[in-house]
């Protein structure tokens, strides 16, 4: 099976002696063993079979069986949430001390885990801009440990250059991982460009229909096995349903990927040539500043996009008060549109320094291009631009 969606239709559990052609739920906690000494040896991992759904469960194997083929990974553990693996996969992997370098245009609760939480634990993290890659040397402590970015960056759609980054993190010893949410496995693999680790929250596009929450990492053997440890202890582990749910969404990712992409695309076009709008960041547009770093690695642009209002905070209010068929929501990756304005909502915590930082001005708004008629979608956001 050697084409992307094959492999995410094809890839299934076994069989069980029903013979189902769409594959059942394994709704249990735990499973029973033939005698003491089967017991014994699946403890020991003498044997690979399912224990307990907290460590492993069919329908959560089968999910990360599905996005390892996907994703190029030798392994990966399946979690409750994004943040989930985003915090498993550091908690894992760092001690006391370690330094963590990551571009400054992070999810923002991405950034809450770097400044507020993990320097309880004196682990600590040191921001680069997206300008500033050329200059990461600078950056690099004796203990730092990893080097993380996003890329396409939430949400100011910055583009990082995966392949320069690969070899810079090889030549330092650095553990380079990659949250590959915004992309998908379809338009990009970080690990083909030298990533360790690659991680998603489920919960976007490859859900894709705003159902169920799961997070997954995959990459390295040795380095899934610490956080599979770490994850098996302290219980951030998917649900059986959920992960039965986005097993089955990996089916129609590459459909419904390719149309996410048609419409943004379209409608990005259209949003450069409007009045209202100072600019307008897609990956794919001749505009970006990174455009050609993102056709290198990305297949297409993918289905965010950012665009600057003129007139500020109050006009970016005030544009979200006008939309009616477009939803007003704090998630992404559905098959309807969302439009957030992420200085009043998602970032407003953070001073106006810190937004510009992170590339947020205060008539920034993030559009989650959906599945509608992109006629339908491009009238909502006209009416609402001319109002």
């Excluded at 990551?102 to 680069?128: D, E, M, Q």
């Excluded at 980054?165 to 379809?186: H, K, S």
């Excluded at 970080?190 to 859900?207: E, M, N, Q, R, Y």
């Amino acid at each position: 099976m050697s084409h992307f969606e094959t492999q995410a239709i094809r890839t299934q559990m076994e069989r069980t002696a029903f013979q189902e052609h769409s594959n059942p739920l394994f709704l249990t906690s735990s499973f029973v063993f033939d005698d003491a000494e089967d017991m014994r040896a699946s403890f020991a991992e003498e044997k690979e079979r399912a224990i307990y759904s907290r460590f492993t469960n069919p329908n959560t194997s089968e999910l990360v069986d599905k996005m390892c083929l996907l994703e190029g990974a030798e392994a990966g553990y399946a979690f409750a949430t994004g943040m989930a693996a985003v915090f498993s996969t550091f908690a894992a992997l760092l001690k006391s001390g370690d330094h963590i370098l990551s571009c400054r245009s992070v999810f923002g609760s991405t950034h809450g885990l770097f400044t507020r939480y993990l320097p309880k634990w004196n682990i600590n993290t040191t921001y680069f801009g997206a300008d500033q890659v050329d200059q990461l040397d600078d950056f690099v402590l004796p203990e730092t440990k990893i080097l993380y970015v996003e890329t396409p960056t939430n949400p100011a759609i910055e583009i990082l250059d995966l392949e320069f980054l690969g070899q810079f993190a090889r030549e330092r010893g650095l553990l380079f991982v990659v949250d590959n949410c915004f992309a998908t496995p379809y338009l990009q693999r970080p690990i083909d460009f030298g990533a360790h680790l690659v991680i998603h929250s489920a919960t976007k596009l490859i859900d894709g229909q705003g159902r169920v929450l799961g997070g997954i990492t995959v990459g390295q053997k040795d380095l899934i096995r610490e956080i599979y440890l770490f994850a098996r202890n302290t219980g951030p582990a998917l649900s059986p349903f959920n992960a039965w749910v986005l097993s089955k969404s990996l089916e129609t990712l590459a459909v419904r990927v390719e149309k996410h992409c048609d419409n943004a695309e379209i409608l990005a076009t259209r949003l450069e040539e409007h009045s209202s709008i100072k600019r307008v960041k897609y990956p794919f547009l001749d505009s970006h500043p990174s455009s050609e770093i993102a056709r290198k690695q990305m297949k297409r642009g993918g289905n965010i996009v950012a665009f600057e209002l003129a007139g500020g905070l109050e006009v970016g209010r005030e544009f979200l008060n006008k939309i009616a068929l477009c939803s007003l929501s704090a998630n992404l990756g559905d098959t309807r549109t969302i439009v957030t304005h992420p200085a009043s909502t998602t970032h407003s915590k953070l001073s106006s320094e810190e937004r510009l930082q992170v590339g947020i001005t205060d008539g920034l708004v993030r559009m989650s291009v959906g599945l509608e008629h992109v006629e339908d979608i491009w009238t909502d956001l006209l009416q609402a631009l001319n109002n």
